[in-house]
């Protein structure tokens, strides 16, 4: 792996930090912690699309701008860092696009592929459900074919951005009778489909950024169905390592490290200034070795795809590390600040407005979203180190 930049990528993460000190100056957004989960901007997008950073792997031929991956993670890595409204088109872009050039056909790649690169449509991701979240082979919503459709009934849960797509990205079961890993297929439906409800779930911390999505006799086209039916499963194995490893599963509340950096070298407690608490320096210099730990292993993830491999057990050892520091991160802020750090945004008493209280009340979420810590942990033993399968 090579840790150095070339001259290119060097301009290429100048421009987007350029671009992006111009969005910030001209008020089009707001630098915070989780800013870019919760922020949904179809013209912000559509400004990145017409810079060529969205579809940026992906082949030419599809639209894409054929760039490397460790160019992906550049663009990645300053819009984290300022909170960028990438919701619009953030997930159709890591994880979408590149299922449907694996596994769609010509028709899906044309129809689907340049919306998503010229940021048209948003798509969200429909997998977890009441009782499948970890264990997604244990699904039951069901796709049932009916002559030029399949209808689909049941629920999905915890589904980012449902309320505001224009399509979601449907893991089913189709087969009632095959073994479980053997009868589940992936669909992308128009979520303006009748039979459709979204239910919006409130986090802890009073967002609306998940939802529950119910089914109810909804006809999709069988041009819909993804891949081969039945072999859902397997293609989902290909596409979950894009949503482990990228720098969102690091940079998620970036903003509250540099601001809680910058408050304890201005602040004073009993006289004596805060940078000068063993304490405190202690933390922080314990949470700058880790965040520079996760960045490397972020581009090592990159920096693997750009070789053309899967990094499976990387994927799931990056996300592993990364969501700890986060919450590591969120957990030192609350104990520097004290009784202050537990102020929400709004009151005129908390500090850097209440973006600790507000981090931390997110930060429970980021070890079990996209793969708890358990799962990663195991994935890591096995297919890292090459330890047998534990019994239950």
Not at 95 to 120: C, S
Not at 289 to 304: D, H, K, M, P, S
Request: with cysteine.
């Amino acid at each position: 792996m090579d840790f150095s930049f070339t001259k290119e990528q060097e301009r290429l993460r100048q421009e987007v930090r350029d671009f992006l000190e111009t969005k910030v100056r001209d008020g089009e957004f707001q630098v915070k912690s989780n800013g870019w989960v919760e922020s949904h901007s179809q013209k912000f997008s559509k400004d990145m699309s017409r810079r060529g950073w969205i579809g940026m792997t992906w082949p030419k031929e599809y639209g894409g701008h054929d760039r490397s991956y460790i160019d992906r993670a550049i663009v990645m890595e300053e819009m984290l860092t300022y909170q960028a409204p990438i919701g619009f088109h953030f997930l159709a872009d890591r994880q979408v696009g590149p299922a449907i050039i694996h596994f769609g056909n010509d028709e899906q790649k044309k129809t689907y592929l340049p919306k998503i690169i010229n940021a048209d449509i948003s798509i969200a991701i429909g997998l977890s459900e009441p009782n499948a979240g970890s264990d997604l082979v244990s699904v039951k919503t069901t796709a049932v074919e009916q002559g030029d459709f399949y209808v689909i009934n049941g629920q999905k849960v915890w589904t980012t951005g449902g309320h505001r797509v224009d399509y979601i990205w449907l893991l089913v079961r189709t087969d009632l009778n095959a073994p479980k890993h053997k009868a589940l297929s992936e669909f992308i439906v128009d979520m303006k489909t009748p039979g459709i409800t979204v239910r919006p779930i409130i986090n802890m911390a009073g967002v609306h950024s998940f939802n529950e999505i119910f089914f109810e006799d909804v006809k999709v086209p069988k041009e819909n169905l993804v891949g081969p039916k039945n072999r859902g499963f397997y293609q989902l194995m290909a596409q979950v390592d894009y949503e482990r490893a990228g720098l969102e599963r690091l940079m998620q509340n970036y903003p509250l490290f540099k601001n809680l950096v910058e408050y304890v070298k201005k602040e004073k407690r009993n006289g004596n200034p805060l940078s000068k608490d063993p304490f405190i320096r202690n933390k922080l210099a314990e949470l700058e070795v880790e965040y520079q730990v996760g960045r490397l292993f972020c581009y090592q993830v990159a920096w693997t795809l750009s070789q053309g491999r899967i990094p499976n057990y990387e994927a799931a050892l990056c996300k592993a590390f990364c969501t700890q520091f986060e919450q590591r991160l969120s957990d030192a802020a609350t104990s520097v600040l004290g009784l202050y750090g537990q102020l929400m945004p709004g009151s005129k008493y908390a500090p850097m407005d209440g973006d600790a209280a507000d981090s931390y009340l997110w930060s429970v979420s980021y070890t079990i979203q996209g793969g708890t810590l358990e799962v990663l942990k195991n994935i890591v033993a096995t297919r890292g180190l090459g330890l047998p399968v534990a019994k239950s």
